[in-house]
């Protein structure tokens, strides 16, 4: 078998330099030097990806208002770290009613004082959150009264009193109040008040509770009646003093507040519009 013999050193340093002279060529042709940027390894471009952006606490704040079972009310908003915000609420509500039914007389006042401070974790990074807090100032109060004309009744502890009318004229006086000024809060909701995704407007929802306790409950009367039957003639009118109308009225007043232990957790139920600056 024959032997091949080699290239003669010339004819080698020709093919070298061909080569060179092609690269060369080709590097000046319009379009490649985009085709090697497209072959520039993946890392180089997430290495000049933006950042995330980060939320140090207190460098951003949002304003809103509410409306839900504390009332109308207004919300501040400010992020703690990129998870989570620190929130504080304020609700003061007041609201008077007065009307007739059946000849019976009804005043009633609703006063609403809450300040609330919460903290917010957000999961999943999205919209999602868990919110634990305290009320610093829990006031809820309700006060009613009524009068009640010649004829119209009432029932304390399953007996009727009627009403002898007039200036004695029975009256009946009832409130309800969350005695507690501090209560701890647990909440869920949808929407972040400082979107991380930058946009301005959030339309935040919760629900939870806050554990106020039993709300203390009272119940008074004043006037004079009948037991029984409404007064006429000749009919035993009692005085809202008497021992037996008192002890009824107590054995009523405990009743409702046995049917009021239920509302040691007060119902939080939340909805409103945030803006970011």
């Known amino acids: 078998m024959e032997r091949i013999a080699p290239l ?3 004819s080698r340093l020709g093919s070298v330099f061909a080569v060179v002279c092609f690269v060369t060529l080709l590097a000046l042709q319009p379009g490649y030097s985009e085709n090697s940027a497209a072959l520039e390894p993946a890392a180089a471009k997430i290495s000049s990806a933006p950042a995330s952006t980060s939320y140090p606490p207190f460098s951003k704040i949002a304003v809103g208002v509410t409306l839900g079972t504390f009332g109308p009310g207004l919300e501040v908003v400010t992020p ?14 007041n609201y008077d009613l007065s009307l007739s039914q059946d000849s019976v007389n009804y005043n009633a006042s609703l006063r609403v004082r809450e300040a609330r401070a919460s903290y917010d974790f957000f999961p999943f990074h999205g919209s999602f959150r868990l919110s634990g807090g305290v009320a610093v100032y829990n006031g809820f109060n309700i006060a009613a009264n009524a009068t009640l004309p010649a004829g119209s009744k009432i029932s304390l502890n399953s007996v009727d009193y009627y009403s002898s009318g007039g200036s004695n004229a029975l009256q009946a006086n009832a409130s309800l109040a969350y005695g507690n000024k501090v209560a701890p809060t647990f909440t869920f909701g949808w929407g972040n008040a400082i979107p991380r995704s930058g946009r301005h407007f959030a339309f935040p929802i919760e629900i939870g509770a806050a554990y106020t306790d039993v709300p203390t409950f009272k119940l008074n ?11 006429t003639t000749g009919s035993t009118v009692i005085s809202a003093t008497d021992p037996v109308f008192q002890s009824n009225l107590t ?8 049917d009021l232990k239920p509302a040691r957790f007060y119902p ?6 945030t803006y970011r600056f």
Do not use: W, Y
Request: proline share 5%.
């Open 268 to 273: 939080i139920l939340n909805g409103g519009v």
């Open 251 to 258: 054995a009523q007043r405990n009743k409702i507040i046995n």
């Open 221 to 231: 009367a004043t006037g004079t009646g009948c037991a029984g039957a409404p007064c």
């Open 8 to 10: 003669p050193q010339k």
């Open 80 to 93: 703690l770290s990129r998870r989570t915000n620190l929130r504080v609420d304020g609700s003061f509500f």
